[in-house]
């Protein structure tokens, strides 16, 4: 197995110029990149199966405490395993659960009027998003390194939002988080793009956990805010 690398930091230095395309990359971050699209591709199909099979089952949503305490737990794991035979293990443990937990959310969405057209466009336009963002990136090759604090001091401030919206019963609140979330979800797909094609990023374990995250959040935001108009 190759040597996978550091995790993610911020990029200080010269604006980049743009680039002609995937084809200029270093070999160093074509061979990260190619990594890291197809690690992304298997564990997207392993999460899909998973949320199939809970969805299929009706198994019952863990709840936020476990999910949350999954997620973390398994993410800090990935990130200590990042360079070791059981890096990817962990990360189809990680995926695999979060998939888990969409089964309920994917059954619930089922059982309201055009429930799985609903589940469709959040798809489509989840995939459209992120072929548009990725293209972006991979043919201007500019360095979003900038926006990086931003969007995760956004995702902690929206992941607070959201907690209160869920003890407090704030269904508004729960709204303009999940459109928040969605908005940043974009601009990370952007910001971790860039930072394997402009060197910041040199561990594709790494990489593909962090495209995964922010597909997922991504879809699940989508999938609220297509939910809402399908139940009016």
């Known amino acids: 197995m190759e040597k996978l690398g550091t995790p993610v930091t911020a990029r200080v230095g010269s604006r980049v110029e743009p680039h002609s395309g995937f084809t200029t990359l270093p ?6 990149l190619r990594n890291t699209y ?15 099979l809970s969805s299929t089952l009706e198994l019952p949503s863990p709840g936020i405490i476990v999910t949350l305490a999954g997620y973390f737990g398994l993410l800090f794991a990935v990130h200590k395993l990042k360079n070791s035979g059981w890096a ?3 990360v189809f443990a990680l995926t695999g659960f979060m998939g888990y937990t969409l089964g ?44 990086g604090g931003m969007l995760f001091a ?5 992941i607070l939002a959201s907690l209160a ?14 459109a928040v979330v969605a908005l940043l979800s974009a601009g990370l797909i952007l910001f971790e793009t860039s930072a394997i094609v402009n060197g910041g990023e040199t561990n594709y374990v ?27």
């Open 27 to 32: 070999a160093n971050a074509h061979r990260v």
């Open 38 to 52: 197809a690690l992304l591709s298997l564990t997207l199909v392993f999460a899909a199966s998973m949320a199939a």
């Open 88 to 90: 990817l293990p962990t």
């Open 104 to 147: 309920p959310l994917l059954s619930r969405t089922l059982n309201l009027p055009g429930g799985g057209t609903t589940i469709a466009m959040a798809l489509a336009a989840t995939g459209a998003i992120f072929l548009a963002l990725s293209a972006w990136a991979l043919t201007t090759r500019r360095d979003f390194s900038w926006m």
């Open 154 to 158: 956004g995702m902690v401030v929206a």
């Open 165 to 178: 919206a869920v003890f407090f019963e704030l269904p508004a609140l729960a709204l303009a988080v999940s």
């Open 206 to 232: 790494m990489a593909t956990v962090g495209l995964f995250v922010s597909l997922f959040n991504l879809f699940t935001s989508l999938l609220h805010l297509f939910g809402l108009g399908s139940s009016e």
